[in-house]
C-alpha cells in the first residue's frame, strides 16, 4: 500500500498488485464464513481495518455473522462507519431468514423500501 500510494506514475501492474490484495482479503474472509471459523473472519476483518485501513468489506463481515450469530451482524450494520446498501440489507435479510428470526427478518425487510429509488433493480 505504501509503496502504491508514493509511486507517481502508477503501471497496470501497481493497479494488477493492489486489486489482488483486495481479492485475497475477500478471500480469506469468504473461506472463514463458509467453514464456519466465525473468530478468526472477524479477527481477520480487525486485522484489515486496523492495520490496512481497509473498510470496504462489510459485506463480507455481515455474512459472516449471519451465519449464525445475527446479532453481531446487525450490530455491524448499525455501527458500520459508511452507510449500509442494498447488498448488507439483503444479507442481514437472508440469514435472519435462514435462522426464522422473524424479528430481524422484519427489520431488515423494510430498509430497501427507506432506500427509495437505490433499491431499483433488487425486487
Known amino acids: 500500500m505504501q509503496i ?5 506514475r502508477k503501471s497496470v501492474e501497481h493497479w494488477t498488485a493492489m486489486i489482488i490484495g483486495e481479492i485475497t482479503f475477500i478471500g480469506v474472509l469468504n473461506a472463514c464464513s463458509h467453514a464456519g471459523l466465525v473468530k ?3 479477527m481477520y476483518f480487525e486485522l484489515m481495518e486496523k492495520v490496512y485501513k481497509i473498510i470496504q468489506h462489510y ?3 455481515v455474512d459472516l455473522y449471519c ?3 445475527l446479532d453481531e451482524a446487525k ?3 448499525e455501527k458500520m462507519p459508511v452507510d449500509p ?3 448488507i440489507w439483503l444479507m442481514l435479510l437472508s440469514g435472519a431468514t ?3 428470526n422473524v424479528a430481524m427478518a ?3 425487510a423494510q430498509k430497501p423500501g427507506e432506500m427509495g429509488s437505490l433499491a431499483d433493480g433488487y425486487f
Open 4 to 8: 502504491f500510494q508514493s509511486t507517481r
Open 59 to 61: 459485506a463480507c463481515l
Open 106 to 108: 422484519e427489520f431488515a
Open 98 to 100: 435462514c435462522h426464522g
Open 67 to 69: 451465519r449464525g450469530y
Open 85 to 87: 446498501n442494498m447488498v
Open 40 to 42: 478468526e473472519g472477524a
Open 75 to 77: 450490530n455491524v450494520v
